[in-house]
T-cell receptor, first 113, second 115 residues
Framework: ETGVTQTPRHLVMGMTNKKSLKCEQH?????MYWYKQSAKKPLELMFV???????ENNSVPSRFSPECPNSSHLFLHLHTLQPEDSALYLC????????????FGPGTRLLVL | AQSVSQHNHHVILSEAASLELGCNYS??????LFWYVQYPGQHLQLLLK??????LVKGIKGFEAEFIKSKFSFNLRKPSVQWSDTAEYFC?????????????FGAGTRLAVHP
């Protein structure tokens, strides 16, 4: 148990659907991250939030919309996705941005049909 | 382009064999280095990390890694692997960029250990 939970663990959606991924951290951290893990590719950083403010958007398409209502929760809202968006979406958290380790959740495996 | 390279995408070993997984990075200046492991069906877990000091870092489960600054390398080693080490291993570099520290991952090495 890493203290970072993600729901749902699996999601199948059509290209016209709207869905949301949820991440919750129980570690008292103040920074949270969304990563995309595609087959045979490095983990790609999508979004970074520090103290509930977005500090990085790594040129992610607007069909992905993050939301961080408080330091413990992070959402990724999905709409009009493409099949190539199918991947494992990982949430992570850390205490600040210094030498602190990032702790990862189990991920949401997304399949877009 | 700046990157993190893991030399082997797939490695197959028998139990008790020695393991070395390569990792090279192309960032200059001060970096923090990590190895993460992802066991089948489980989340990414930190195996070990290097920030400063002794370049030979000991991690969990008998793993170690050596930071060689001149070679921009941070190879992961284990003298004798077990079946339970079957997993995917990710090297990562933390680099200060854009006002905060960013974690950049390699593509991963999938290790299969046969009994």
């Amino acid at each position: 148990e890493t203290g970072v939970t993600q729901t749902p663990r699996h999601l199948v959606m059509g290209m016209t659907n709207k869905k949301s991924l949820k991440c919750e951290q129980h570690l008292g951290h103040n920074a949270m991250y969304w990563y995309k893990q595609s087959a045979k590719k490095p983990l790609e950083l999508m979004f970074v939030y520090s103290l509930e403010e977005r500090v990085e958007n790594n040129s992610v398409p607007s069909r992905f919309s993050p939301e961080c209502p408080n330091s413990s929760h992070l959402f990724l809202h999905l709409h009009t996705l493409q099949p190539e968006d199918s991947a494992l979406y990982l949430c992570a958290s850390s205490q600040g941005f210094g030498q602190e380790t990032q702790y990862f959740g189990p991920g949401t495996r997304l399949l877009v049909l | 382009a700046q990157s993190v390279s893991q030399h082997n995408h797939h490695v197959i070993l028998s139990e008790a064999a020695s393991l070395e997984l390569g990792c090279n990075y192309s960032y200059g200046g001060t970096v923090n280095l990590f190895w993460y492991v992802q066991y089948p069906g489980q989340h990414l877990q930190l195996l070990l990390k290097y920030f400063s000091g002794d370049p030979l870092v000991k991690g969990i489960k008998g793993f170690e890694a050596e930071f060689i600054k001149s070679k921009f390398s941070f190879n992961l080693r284990k003298p004798s692997v077990q079946w339970s080490d079957t997993a995917e291993y990710f090297c990562a570099v933390k680099k200060f960029s854009g006002g905060y520290n960013k974690l950049i991952f390699g593509a991963g090495t999938r290790l299969a250990v046969h009994p």
